[in-house]
Structures are given as structure tokens and as C-alpha cells.
């Protein structure tokens, strides 16, 4: 199978999961890749410590819309790597999001 690629315009992190969904449903959606109780890591960007304004690090929002959308597709996000530590300092609302989607840390 070759690679895939899609690219949705987002202008507005508030609308972040609904430009996700329509990316990946262009490609087949989550549901051809994920199976009930599969688990997924999710590997944000974290280069440093910084706010999400200053777009350094993986935004939030991408990874709470993330976090959801595997879940409705039936896995278990897992949400890896430095990640941890970047929710922690809770950069505008990381740890909640993260926590408000059910994902694992």
C-alpha cells in the first residue's frame, strides 16, 4: 500500500477536529486503521517549552481532537514521548484536554 496524504485549510484551532476528521476521512477515516480496544500513540512535537501561541510544540486542540477522534473510532489513545511534560505546564489547557478525551499518559 502506498502512502497517503491529505491537507484541509484550519484557520481556527476551535475548528481543529472537524478539519482532522474531514483530512483523514479523505484518506479512508480512522475506522480503516483502528479496531475496537486497539491502543494508539499519539507523538506530539514537543521542541520546547513553550505557550501554544508561539507554535513551537504540537497545539492542544490537535491533540485533544486527536485523543477524541480515536476513541469514537474505538481505540485507546495513548499520548507518548515528552508528551507528559508539555501537558503538565498545562499550555493553555493541555492537561485538560487531554484528560477530557480519555486519553492515557
Known sequence: MGSQVSIVRCNDYSKAKAAITEALELIGGLGSVISSGDRVLLKPNV??????????????????????LVVEAGGIPMVGGLCRDYMARDHRGGTRCVRDQGCGQ
Open 47 to 68: 521542541l520546547a517549552t513553550r505557550t501554544a501561541d508561539e507554535a513551537v510544540t504540537t497545539h492542544p486542540a490537535i491533540v485533544s481532537a486527536m485523543c477524541g
